[in-house]
C-alpha cells in the first residue's frame, strides 16, 4: 500500500551536483523522517543524512557542507541535495522513510526502504 520510490542518480564529473529525490506514495497521512544511506561497492551500507522526527536535519562528517537532507511534508518527499561530489562518494544510495498511513484498518504506521538509486563521480 505505500512504497518509496528514489529518483535523480546518475553519472555527473567530481565538482557537480545531484539531487536525489525519495518519494512516498500511497494513503500517506505524514512523513515523519527520514534517512539517506549509501553503499559503495564491496561495503556496507552506512548512514550519510539524517531528518529525524521532531528534529533537526543532521549529515555525517563525510559529506558534512556538501549534503543536505530535507523533507517536505507536503510532498511526501525527501531530497538529498549533494554538491561539490567527489570519486568517492560513488555508490548506490538508498532513503529510509517512516511516517502514518490510512489503512482499512485505521492508522497505521510504516518505515521503508527505497529502492537504490546509483550515484557515479568520475575524475
Known amino acids: 500500500q505505500v512504497q518509496l520510490v528514489e529518483s535523480g542518480g546518475g553519472l555527473v564529473q567530481a565538482g557537480e551536483s545531484l539531487r536525489l529525490s525519495c518519494v512516498a506514495s500511497?494513503?500517506?497521512?505524514?512523513?515523519?523522517?527520514a534517512r539517506w544511506f549509501r553503499q559503495a561497492p564491496g561495503k556496507g551500507r552506512v548512514l550519510v543524512a539524517a531528518?529525524?522526527?521532531?528534529?533537526?536535519?543532521s549529515s555525517e562528517d563525510s559529506v558534512k557542507g556538501r549534503f543536505t537532507i530535507s523533507l517536505d511534508t507536503a510532498k511526501n518527499t525527501v531530497y538529498l541535495q549533494m554538491n561539490s561530489l567527489k570519486p568517492e562518494d560513488t555508490a548506490v544510495y538508498y532513503c529510509f522513510a517512516e511516517g502514518y498511513y490510512s489503512a482499512h484498518e485505521g492508522l497505521q504506521s510504516f518505515g521503508l526502504w527505497g529502492q537504490g538509486t546509483q550515484v557515479t563521480v568520475s575524475s
Open positions: 500511497g494513503s500517506i497521512v505524514r512523513l515523519n523522517g
Open positions: 531528518f529525524p522526527s521532531g528534529g533537526s536535519p
